[in-house]
């Protein structure tokens, strides 16, 4: 872990928010300094370390620091005592690679593959879609039902040890949030010609029942964590 504290959930999900809000900053800065710098070619490898060092001094210009010039995690000159209460780590650390057998498993997981199999029929029916029919609305519908999957996912790539169910649960919860986005965009969505109501109804009734389930299991890590079981 990264102290001698275990983190509970809310902790958790304020170091992902905390992160998220690093990796934002620096995509920011990143396309800033490509719409100036364009990235030269990949088998120049002379004019790459001189692009990555440009773009290094631009970051330290606007505060950041990083020991790699590719990391998207960095330290802040001045942070706060606040900031550095969050270890700092790699926006990908976060994830196992992945042939790690932990991570690999959660594709055994009860709640993934109901979410992946709403997944799937979700981008098929996107698919079978006429161009001209599709929408910002869709397109938002259907990323929101992809999060559902990443996040239990990723959130079992952290880890099943009771110093990282916080860690699980907390991504779990974004993919809650993701379901309920969802479903709200179904509503939006209900009467619109690509979605007649046999389909809507499915669609609702499905994606319900897998937010449902990502409950449950939150649940049952809670049970874990409470009992400090790994």
């Known amino acids: 872990m990264f102290d001698d ?17 690093r990796v934002a900053r620096y995509m920011k800065l990143l396309h800033r300094f490509l719409d100036e710098h364009p990235s030269p070619h990949q088998g120049d490898e002379r004019e790459q370390q001189a692009w990555w ?12 620091y990083a020991e790699e010039p590719e990391s998207t995690s960095f330290h802040l000159e ?3 005592e606040e900031d550095q209460a969050f270890p700092e780590l790699p926006a990908d650390e976060l994830e196992l690679p992945e042939e790690e057998p932990a991570f690999a498993d959660f ?28 929408d910002s609305t869709l397109v938002q519908f259907c990323a929101s039902i992809m999060q559902i999957t990443a996040n239990i996912a990723k959130g079992h790539g952290i880890g099943q ?32 010609p690509y979605l007649p109501d046999p389909t809507y109804l499915s669609l609702y009734e499905k994606t319900y029942e897998v937010r449902n389930q990502v409950g449950i299991y939150i649940q049952e890590l809670r049970d874990r964590f409470n009992l400090g079981i790994d």
């Open 5 to 21: 504290e275990i983190w509970d959930e809310e902790r958790w999900e304020a170091f992902l928010k905390k992160n998220d809000e």
């Open 53 to 64: 060092e440009a773009f290094n001094a631009y970051l330290i210009q606007y505060g950041w």
């Open 78 to 80: 001045d942070e706060s």
């Open 107 to 134: 594709t055994t997981l009860p709640v993934y593959q109901e979410a992946h199999s709403l997944t799937r029929d979700v981008l098929a029916w996107s698919d079978s879609l006429p161009g001209s029919e599709k």
């Open 161 to 192: 040890e009771r110093d990282m169910l916080g860690g699980n649960i907390a991504c779990l919860k974004r993919g809650i949030q993701a379901a309920n986005a969802a479903l709200e965009l179904l509503l939006d969505m209900r009467g619109r």
